[in-house]
T-cell receptor, first 110, second 115 residues
Framework: QQPVQSPQAVILREGEDAVINCSSS?????VHWYRQKHGEAPVFLMI?????EQKGHEKISASFNEKKQQSSLYLTASQLSYSGTYFC???????????FGTGTRLLVSP | GAGVSQSPRYKVAKRGQDVALRCDPI?????LFWYQQALGQGPEFLTY????????KSGLPSDRFFAERPEGSVSTLKIQRTQQEDSAVYLC?????FGVGNTIYFGEGSWLTVV
């Protein structure tokens, strides 16, 4: 069963913050975050491995709560280039097979 | 090459026709994946190769779908007797190594439309 992402869609003004959540009904081994623009390849953002770590990448960071089987992606001071659909990809074992979430469409307006 | 390369980018096939989709992974990458992405949905796993070995094909929807990677580099996904429900974007991805902490890089996909 695929992870559920929330919200399904969000509209931001440039400079605003957003949080995207990814919840799994199965135990998570790792979570991979991607952003995809229409007609383009999913672009890798970051990987979080089990252990409850938090990672940062400029103004984009993420957390992984193994107990709650959740991961969250934090976008701060959003830029127009952040627009796209965000997917979490979960692995449930040490194997690389990603099960992608339901997706979150993000639109950043000027 | 610099990234994962796929061809053709766009393919229109008549129902019943066979198609072959090619993937050139990043040079030296051990792991190769095929995913299927329907419009507005997330990618769904089809199959996985480690070098030339196909270790998981659990996501292939039917025996009309076949994938190979004979020399451990280029891979081909073949769909026989295409049907309308096969219309989707087929994404190829590769990773340097097979550990779960390795980044998986995606190509831009082959857009298949079956008419």
């Amino acid at each position: 069963q695929q992870p559920v992402q929330s919200p399904q869609a969000v509209i931001l003004r440039e400079g605003e913050d957003a949080v995207i959540n990814c919840s799994s009904s199965k135990a998570l081994y790792s979570v991979h975050w991607y952003r995809q623009k229409h007609g383009e390849a999913p672009v890798f953002l970051m990987i979080l491995l089990k252990g409850g770590e938090q990672k940062g990448h400029e103004k984009i960071s993420a957390s992984f709560n193994e107990k709650k089987q959740q991961s969250s992606l934090y976008l701060t001071a959003s830029q127009l280039s952040y627009s796209g659909t965000y997917f979490c990809g979960a692995t449930h074992t040490g194997f690389q097979k990603l099960v992608f979430g339901t997706g979150t469409r993000l639109l950043v307006s000027p | 090459g610099a990234g994962v390369s796929q061809s053709p980018r766009y393919k229109v096939a008549k129902r019943g026709q066979d198609v072959a989709l090619r993937c050139d992974p990043i040079s030296g990458h051990v792991s190769l994946f095929w995913y299927q992405q329907a419009l507005g949905q997330g990618p769904e796993f089809l199959t996985y190769f480690q070098n030339e070995a196909q270790l998981d094909k659990s996501g292939l929807p039917s025996d009309r779908f076949f994938a190979e990677r004979p020399e451990g580099s280029v891979s081909t996904l073949k769909i026989q007797r295409t049907q309308q429900e096969d219309s989707a974007v087929y994404l190829c991805a590769s990773s340097l190594d097979f550990g779960v902490g390795n980044t998986i890089y995606f190509g831009e996909g082959s857009w298949l439309t079956v008419v």
